[in-house]
T-cell receptor, first 116, second 113 residues
Framework: GAVVSQHPSRVICKSGTSVKIECRSL??????MFWYRQFPKKSLMLMAT?????????EQGVEKDKFLINHASLTLSTLTVTSAHPEDSSFYIC????????????FGPGTRLTVL | QKEVEQNSGPLSVPEGAIASLNCTYS??????FFWYRQYSGKSPELIMS????GDKEDGRFTAQLNKASQYVSLLIRDSQPSDSATYLC?????????????FGQGTELSVKP
């Protein structure tokens, strides 16, 4: 599989602030990683594909200026929620491909964001 | 029509029984299929991947794929209370790194002692 970490695991912030979430692939170099958002009792929604060395690819309806993605290295992707508002409160999860089977995706532990 | 559909449940089975989870998908060109387990408050954990028609077994889990019927299922034998979770079906149109996973809404499974 793959070992994926995320930091922080939980963050509470005031409305209007920006929050950065880090996602690391610990045992595999990932040129592509994915960011998802999950609301309570709902399924995962793909937000964007993070591409090392190029711009992220955003899904329809996701504001790229609000959710900034930077794939800084082959093991690190960051998601910055800019000017966060209460409706941005959600569970944010990243994924990276598996080492043995790159078609499989393994998820980080997630970051629970609460915007007051 | 949703791209990936699952019965939302909850599905309740007694301990020791077989739990059967079903998933249908709309895109006929889909190539890769996955089952994830998600405990409340946690991120999804990959249980099975399947790419070819037929059955694939791993311990108490068996995934079944029928591309003609656009149907993939997960059977859990000898269900345990620890299997109680939401099971997510995911589909990918391609078979390489970078392909996007499309998730169903998940089926909540409850295994009663």
């Amino acid at each position: 599989g793959a070992v994926v970490s995320q930091h922080p695991s939980r963050v509470i912030c005031k409305s209007g602030t920006s929050v950065k979430i880090e996602c690391r692939s610990l045992d595999f170099q990932a040129t592509t990683m994915f960011w998802y958002r999950q609301f309570p009792k709902k399924s995962l929604m793909l937000m964007a594909t993070s591409n090392e060395g190029s711009k992220a690819t955003y899904e329809q309806g996701v504001e790229k200026d609000k959710f900034l993605i930077n794939h800084a290295s082959l093991t690190l992707s960051t998601l910055t929620v800019t000017s966060a508002h209460p409706e941005d409160s959600s569970f944010y999860i990243c994924s990276a491909p598996g080492r043995e089977d790159r078609n499989e995706q393994f998820f980080g532990p997630g970051t629970r964001l609460t915007v007051l | 029509q949703k791209e990936v559909e699952q019965n939302s449940g909850p599905l309740s089975v007694p301990e020791g029984a077989i739990a059967s989870l079903n998933c249908t998908y709309s895109d006929r060109v889909s190539q890769s299929f996955f089952w994830y387990r998600q405990y409340s408050g946690k991120s999804p954990e990959l249980i099975m991947s399947i790419y070819s028609n037929g059955d694939k077994e791993d311990g108490r889990f068996t995934a079944q794929l029928n591309k003609a019927s656009q149907y993939v299922s997960l059977l859990i034998r000898d269900s345990q209370p620890s299997d109680s979770a939401t099971y997510l079906c995911a589909v990918n149109r391609v078979r390489n790194q970078g392909g996007k996973l499309i998730f169903g809404q998940g089926t909540e499974l409850s295994v009663k002692p």
